[in-house]
């Protein structure tokens, strides 16, 4: 079994780096590789690859006779340097070549090695219908990051190499192959078409890619560079709906950016069975079909034009500027997650801007709570794979929103456009994007990237604030609540601006808001300011704008929270008001978020609301959030959907009912509204009655026809997770985990056995576990994904041996960390619950001994004569003197 949690103790958190963790970094290099070609032939039927892989090398140092070459999992024929066959040793892993001539420092060498692939597993996958998904399409696409290329042709597979490219490949008809760079030849030859790509700029060999299929392609342009969509025949409307953008966003991260797009053309393919969302290969992204929007998904999904801005921004930053080592990853993988919310803000407004990096913030403070804490450059890991986090993703685009607020618009821009002019074509790590920000702004940001980059975490701020009516004085008590007074390595130390809120009162109209703002130097544990000040101010706006990577808790008196919430300009400073008073409570609290939910302009503080008023425990709020289910924001009916699932009550159910009867315009509420319903149907209390119709209702739903990614059924699936010690529930929820059934539905329902076995039957629990351990034997990454879901959210000890096993076997590394996390998991989770067992026992014992007590005290009451009293007689009856 793998270990307990291991921790850090500098910070108490979870650690990064698992048993077996260990530096890396690239390996020497006798050569520089230089240019790869591909000649290839796919069997599409037998899913094999047979051709050759040469290699252009200038030798770095004279007399080296031998090479070693990543290779995994080939069947390697033979090597030859000019024809002439070179002796080698391949063990699976690496080809140690042996050659014939020693190498001469500056005279090109060209090594091919002839090798063929039989049913990879990693590398280049075969998409074919089988007798479960009969209609699933004919494809074949490869996946190179982070160190999978050795998996479909042999070379030197690590980030700092930089060449170009060809592949010349023949596949069957009716398919087309589509690659890096430029179609400098298609032939049609008698069993088949070859297509021969060229990328003529250089780029690193995990981003070489070739997808194939029986593709409809829709064009377009930008400028003079070919934009080009491939999807599966019949979907262009679809392809249109999620791609059709590209030029503007294109036209958007050229000028942001200081450097026209970089290559000839752009190709996005979508295809079937991604592993990813998508993959920024060199002037060829490919992206999971299931991004493919239709009319209906369109309404609130903004997760698709946000996949497609993100990998065009690798263009720049990854395929034109390369990352030099896995460790600097987020420099590539910050800024393009940073550029969708330049393409929000660019599209949709400075306010849903704000509310994407808040969403970014969450994501990136989920995993440092609940997953681990790290540098967001490491070089100590067991594969590359596992830096690919939240840590260089959403953390990453926060670091460079940072930059941008400290810098301002003007040199930010001009820094990341000197960074990309001067490293085009080249290689980085994080000291060159400093170097580049110094050089181009004469700001020296190194005290940033300490904190923010090279170790982990954020502040964690509690702001008080109260009023010296008598002497005019603001006093704000700020404390980094994630250091210790005794431990000041883990303050951080940065300039934040805050604001004081004045409303002033106009003729007719809402008050107009003046803000008095000022810049604090926040470095000590505890730090209390007094501001002197001509009037008490409305409200207080800690960190203005809220650009800082952090956490913050609001300890204001509720009026100024009141006034935060309705006037402050910035929609994450209303959002932190909300959440304050939501922790205050009380019916003021109520009426104050029920008006921001009816009247704020702004749909994401109307969605944050409520979610907030359904964690306070009054009557009131139900009729707000039922009211809200009307609201012509989808995202906001959503929110609203959402929480009433949590208040459990007669009206809610029959709220949700309704909606669920009716639908919706968008998918997402509709599901919302289906897994709410189950939430509450679930219910204890709800009675025997309301859960029988519950069920029949989310089968009657599971029953319906296949929607667009199964995001309708897919809520009922999530519905039954809250049926957890009914077997008819599991029972159906079994039937949706077979082969056959619609990929997102199955993998949800796999997930969803994790969840509704911690309330069942021993007998049924080991169902549960017999259906994961068949499941687990198959081999596509994102089923294992759920099998390692499902076992992690179990409690019991069998889900931790089968995770070992699981991990054990698999030759993904992603599948084995998450599979090893899981079982840290679980361990903590039977320790929990033998910990509330124990409690049981303990209050059980307690209560027995009390009832012993009690009964001893009756009997000897029973045996006393009763109470006399001092004075003439006996008393006759009353009650025994206060304090018996």
Same mark, same amino acid.
């Given at each position: 079994?793998? %270990?307990?949690?291991?921790?850090?103790?500098? $910070?108490?958190?979870?650690?990064?780096?698992?048993?077996?963790?260990?530096?890396?970094?690239?390996?020497?290099?006798?050569?520089?590789?230089?240019?790869?070609?591909?000649?290839?032939?796919?069997?599409?039927?037998?899913? /094999?690859?047979?051709?050759?892989?040469?290699?252009?090398?200038?030798?770095?140092r004279?007399?080296?006779?031998?090479?070693?070459? $990543?290779?995994?999992?080939?069947?390697?024929?033979?090597?030859?340097?000019a024809?002439?066959? &070179?002796?080698?040793?391949?063990?699976?892993?690496?080809?140690?070549?042996?050659?014939?001539?020693?190498?001469?420092?500056?005279?090109?060498? @060209?090594?091919?090695?002839?090798?063929?692939?039989?049913?990879?597993?990693?590398?280049?996958?075969?998409?074919?219908?089988?007798?479960?998904?009969?209609t699933?399409?004919?494809q074949?696409?490869?996946q190179?990051?982070?160190?999978?290329?050795?998996?479909?042709?042999?070379? *030197?597979?690590?980030?700092?190499?930089?060449?170009?490219?060809?592949?010349?490949?023949?596949?069957?008809?009716?398919?087309?192959?589509?690659? %890096?760079?430029?179609?400098?030849?298609?032939?049609?030859?008698?069993?088949?078409?070859i297509?021969?790509?060229?990328?003529?700029?250089?780029h690193?060999?995990?981003?070489?890619?070739?997808?194939?299929?029986?593709?409809?392609?829709?064009?377009?342009?930008?400028?003079d560079?070919?934009?080009?969509?491939?999807?599966?025949?019949?979907r262009?409307?679809q392809?249109?709906?999620?791609?059709?953008? #590209?030029?503007?966003?294109v036209? *958007?991260?050229s000028?942001?950016y200081?450097?026209?797009?970089?290559?000839?053309?752009?190709?996005?393919?979508?295809?079937?069975?991604?592993?990813?969302?998508?993959?920024?290969?060199?002037?060829?992204?490919?992206?999971?079909?299931?991004?493919?929007?239709d009319?209906?998904a369109?309404?609130?999904?903004?997760?698709?034009?946000?996949?497609?801005?993100?990998e065009?921004?690798?263009q720049?930053?990854?395929?034109?500027?390369?990352? %030099?080592?896995?460790?600097?990853a987020?420099?590539?993988?910050?800024?393009?997650?940073?550029s969708?919310?330049?393409?929000?803000?660019?599209?949709?407004?400075?306010?849903?801007?704000?509310?994407?990096?808040?969403?970014?913030?969450?994501?990136?403070?989920?995993?440092?709570?609940?997953?681990?804490r790290?540098?967001?450059?490491?070089?100590?890991?067991r594969?590359?794979?596992?830096?690919?986090?939240?840590?260089?993703y959403?953390?990453?685009?926060?670091?460079?929103?940072?930059?941008?607020?400290?810098?301002g618009?003007e040199l930010f821009?001009?820094?990341?456009?000197?960074?990309?002019?001067?490293?085009?074509?080249q290689?980085?790590? /994080?000291?060159?994007l400093?170097?580049?920000i110094? &050089?181009?702004?004469?700001h $020296?940001?190194? +005290?940033?990237?300490?904190?923010?980059?090279?170790?982990?975490?954020? +502040?964690?701020?509690?702001?008080?604030?109260?009023?010296d009516?008598?002497?005019?004085?603001?006093?704000?008590?700020?404390?980094?609540?994630?250091?210790?007074?005794?431990?000041?390595?883990?303050?951080?130390?940065?300039?934040?601006?805050?604001?004081?809120?004045y409303?002033?009162?106009?003729?007719?109209g809402?008050?107009?808001? =003046?803000?008095?703002?000022?810049?604090?130097?926040? =470095?000590?544990? @505890?730090?209390?300011?007094?501001?002197?000040?001509?009037?008490?101010?409305?409200?207080?706006?800690?960190?203005?704008?809220?650009h800082?990577?952090?956490?913050?808790?609001?300890?204001?008196p509720l009026?100024?929270?009141?006034?935060?919430?309705?006037?402050? +300009?910035?929609?994450?400073s209303?959002?932190?008001?909300a959440?304050?008073?939501?922790?205050?409570?009380?019916?003021?609290?109520?009426?104050? *978020?029920a008006?921001?939910?009816?009247?704020?302009?702004?749909?994401?503080?109307?969605?944050?609301v409520?979610e907030?008023?359904?964690?306070?425990?009054?009557?009131?709020?139900?009729?707000?959030?039922?009211?809200?289910?009307?609201?012509?924001?989808?995202?906001?009916?959503?929110?609203?959907?959402?929480? *009433?699932?949590?208040?459990?009550?007669?009206?809610?159910?029959k709220?949700?009912?309704?909606l669920?009867?009716?639908?919706?315009?968008?998918?997402?509420?509709?599901?919302?509204?289906?897994?709410?319903?189950?939430?509450?149907? !679930?219910?204890?209390?709800?009675? &025997?009655?309301?859960h029988?119709?519950?069920?029949?209702?989310l089968?009657?739903?599971?029953a319906?026809?296949?929607?667009?990614n199964?995001?309708?059924?897919?809520?009922?699936?999530?519905?039954?997770?809250?049926?957890?010690?009914s077997?008819?529930?599991?029972?159906?929820?079994?039937?949706?985990?077979?082969?056959?059934?619609?990929?997102?539905?199955?993998?949800?329902?796999?997930?969803?056995?994790?969840?509704?076995?911690?309330?069942?039957?021993?007998a049924?629990?080991?169902?549960?576990?017999?259906?994961?351990? !068949?499941?687990?034997?198959?081999?596509?990454?994102? #089923?294992?994904?759920?099998?390692?879901?499902?076992?992690?959210?179990?409690?019991?000890?069998?889900?931790?041996?089968?995770?070992?096993?699981? !991990?054990?076997?698999?030759s993904?590394?992603?599948v084995?960390?998450?599979?090893?996390?899981?079982?840290?998991?679980?361990?903590a989770?039977?320790?929990?619950?033998?910990?509330?067992?124990?409690?049981?026992? @303990?209050?059980?014992?307690?209560?027995?001994? %009390?009832?012993?007590?009690?009964s001893?005290?009756?009997?000897?009451?029973?045996?006393?004569?009763?109470p006399?009293?001092?004075?003439?007689?006996?008393a006759?009856g009353?009650c025994?003197?206060s304090?018996?």
């Open positions: 079994m793998a %270990n307990a949690h291991r921790f850090d103790p500098d $910070n108490g958190y979870k650690a990064f780096d698992l048993p077996g963790a260990k530096p890396h970094y690239n390996p020497d290099r006798p050569a520089q590789l230089q240019h790869i070609a591909l000649d290839l032939a796919l069997d599409l039927e037998r899913r /094999t690859c047979q051709g050759t892989c040469t290699l252009s090398l200038k030798p770095i004279d007399g080296i006779d031998r090479i070693s070459l $990543n290779a995994v999992g080939q069947h390697i024929e033979a090597v030859t340097v024809d002439r066959p &070179q002796s080698f040793d391949y063990d699976g892993e690496q080809i140690q070549v042996r050659l014939a001539q020693p190498m001469v420092a500056g005279k090109p060498l @060209q090594i091919t090695l002839h090798y063929r692939l039989e049913q990879p597993q990693r590398g280049i996958y075969f998409i074919a219908p089988d007798p479960d998904y009969p699933k399409p004919v074949v696409w490869t190179g990051e982070d160190e999978d290329s050795r998996y479909w042709f042999p070379g *030197l597979d690590f980030p700092g190499q930089l060449i170009t490219s060809e592949i010349r490949v023949r596949v069957p008809q009716p398919y087309q192959a589509i690659a %890096n760079g430029d179609l400098v030849s298609q032939e049609t030859v008698e069993d088949g078409t297509y021969h790509w060229y990328q003529r700029q250089v690193p060999p995990y981003l070489l890619a070739l997808a194939v299929g029986d593709f409809e392609c829709l064009e377009d342009r930008w400028r560079v070919a934009l080009t969509y491939y999807v599966e025949k019949g262009t409307h392809a249109q709906l999620t791609m059709g953008k #590209t030029p503007r966003m036209e *958007l991260l000028d942001r200081g450097y026209p797009y970089p290559f000839s053309k752009y190709a996005q393919v979508c295809a079937a069975d991604f592993i990813f969302g998508g993959m920024e290969n060199t002037s060829m992204t490919i992206l999971t079909d299931r991004c493919l929007l009319d209906r369109a309404i609130d999904n903004r997760a698709a034009e946000a996949l497609v801005v993100h065009l921004a690798h720049w930053f990854g395929d034109l500027v390369v990352i %030099n080592h896995w460790s600097h987020w420099v590539k993988e910050g800024m393009a997650t940073y969708e919310t330049l393409w929000t803000e660019a599209e949709y407004g400075a306010d849903e801007a704000a509310y994407y990096r808040l969403g970014d913030l969450r994501s990136y403070l989920e995993e440092d709570k609940s997953r681990y790290r540098p967001m450059v490491t070089h100590v890991y594969e590359a794979i596992e830096l690919y986090d939240r840590h260089i959403e953390k990453g685009a926060g670091v460079y929103h940072m930059i941008r607020a400290i810098l618009e821009w001009r820094a990341m456009q000197h960074f990309v002019q001067t490293y085009a074509h290689t980085v790590e /994080t000291i060159d400093v170097r580049a110094d &050089q181009a702004t004469g $020296n940001l190194r +005290p940033l990237f300490d904190q923010y980059v090279l170790r982990g975490g954020h +502040p964690d701020y509690r702001v008080a604030y109260s009023w009516g008598e002497n005019h004085l603001a006093k704000l008590t700020v404390t980094q609540t994630q250091a210790k007074p005794d431990h000041p390595s883990s303050l951080f130390d940065l300039r934040l601006p805050i604001a004081f809120g409303l002033e009162t106009v003729d007719h809402e008050p107009k808001v =003046h803000l008095q703002s000022l810049t604090l130097r926040l =470095h000590e544990y @505890q730090q209390t300011l007094f501001f002197p000040l001509e009037r008490k101010p409305d409200f207080i706006s800690f960190d203005q704008g809220n800082y990577l952090k956490t913050v808790v609001l300890e204001y009026p100024e929270l009141k006034a935060q919430l309705r006037y402050d +300009p910035d929609p994450l209303r959002i932190q008001a959440i304050a008073l939501a922790k205050k409570g009380g019916l003021e609290a109520v009426q104050a *978020l008006t921001a939910l009816q009247q704020d302009p702004f749909w994401g503080v109307r969605a944050e409520a907030q008023i359904a964690t306070i425990q009054l009557d009131q709020v139900e009729p707000v959030l039922i009211q809200a289910l009307a609201d012509p924001e989808a995202r906001v009916r959503r929110a609203a959907a959402k929480s *009433l699932g949590q208040l459990k009550t007669r009206a809610s159910y709220a949700l009912k309704a669920v009867k009716q639908g919706d315009p968008s998918y997402y509420v509709e599901a919302a509204a289906i897994t709410a319903l189950g939430q509450v149907g !679930a219910a204890e209390g709800a009675g &025997q009655a309301r029988g119709k519950t069920l029949q209702r089968e009657a739903i599971l319906g026809p296949p929607g667009w199964e995001v309708v059924r897919c809520g009922a699936i999530a519905a039954l997770k809250s049926f957890k010690s077997p008819q529930a599991l029972d159906l929820l079994l039937t949706y985990t077979v082969a056959g059934t619609p990929q997102p539905l199955r993998l949800e329902a796999i997930k969803a056995l994790g969840p509704i076995s911690t309330g069942q039957s021993q049924d629990q080991e169902r549960v576990l017999d259906r994961l351990r !068949a499941i687990a034997r198959e081999s596509f990454f994102l #089923t294992q994904v759920a099998v390692v879901a499902a076992l992690g959210a179990m409690v019991t000890p069998q889900a931790m041996t089968l995770l070992q096993s699981l !991990a054990d076997q698999t993904d590394g992603r084995r960390r998450q599979a090893e996390e899981a079982i840290q998991k679980v361990q989770a039977i320790g929990k619950d033998k910990a509330v067992e124990k409690l049981q026992q @303990q209050l059980e014992e307690l209560k027995q001994t %009390n009832q012993r007590l009690n001893r005290l009756a009997d000897l009451e029973a045996r006393s004569p009763g006399s009293w001092s004075g003439q007689g006996q006759t009353g025994p003197p304090g018996a």
